[in-house]
């Protein structure tokens, strides 16, 4: 336990910036899930729908710090390019 009032306001902000990023990071892995169950399903026009929302969401979550911005690069990456074998399966 703190024993100084700056180490107390300390571990209130900590607890409330944990919460927030939480949060965040739970937000952003429902989003890919949500997207990814609509790619394994086979639902194109779901999947369509849903890519900008969770790029939206990723791009999001690197400005709070949530994730890396390279690590967003990749999950966007390979997000669309998910979408686009879908694409060429069902043409």
Excluded: C, W
């Amino acid at each position: 336990m703190p024993n100084h009032k700056s180490a107390e306001k300390r571990m209130r902000q900590n607890e409330k910036r944990r919460r927030i990023n939480r949060s965040n990071r739970s937000r952003l892995r429902t989003a890919i899930k949500k997207f990814r169950a609509a790619l394994t399903s086979g639902d194109y026009q779901a999947a369509q729908q849903l890519l900008p929302q969770t790029i939206s969401i990723i791009d999001k979550s690197v400005q709070k710090g949530v994730i890396h911005r390279n690590a967003a690069a990749r999950y966007k990456s390979r997000l669309t390019s998910r979408l686009n074998q879908l694409t060429q399966a069902s043409a």
